[in-house]
């Protein structure tokens, strides 16, 4: 059973920075795709970052340039570092795992990021 654990949102003034991190359990971390998805009201659930061991990570266009995707294998972790905060980026964040095999998603409960002066 794969379970994900998000921390690290919060309420931020624009220009301003947040760092999420993700713990996963299990055993399939090293062997998925971890990317990190935003909601915002009214709207789709949407990729922001995605990552896969050996391959360069990939951005949404509106983050590019402001914010990072980084995983520890070792810690069963994924971060997104989140800079020059734009009030658009207010969402609710979740992380994900997919199985790079079974392609089977997991997603984790989802932490509030609110940009707001």
């Known amino acids: 059973q794969v379970q994900l654990v998000e921390s690290g949102g919060g309420l931020v003034q624009p220009g301003g920075s947040l760092r999420l991190s993700c713990i996963a359990s299990?055993?399939?971390?090293?062997?998925?795709?971890r990317g990190w998805y935003r909601q915002a009201p009214g709207k789709q659930r949407e990729l922001v970052a995605a990552i896969t061991s050996g391959s360069p990570p990939n951005y949404a266009d509106s983050v590019k340039g402001r914010f990072t995707i980084s995983a520890d294998n070792a810690k069963n972790t994924v971060y997104l570092e989140m800079n020059s905060l734009k009030p658009e980026d207010t969402a609710v964040y979740y992380c994900s795992l997919q199985h790079l095999i079974s392609r089977v998603r997991y997603w984790g409960q989802g932490t509030q990021v609110t940009v707001s002066s």
């Open positions: 299990g055993s399939i971390f090293s062997i998925s795709t």
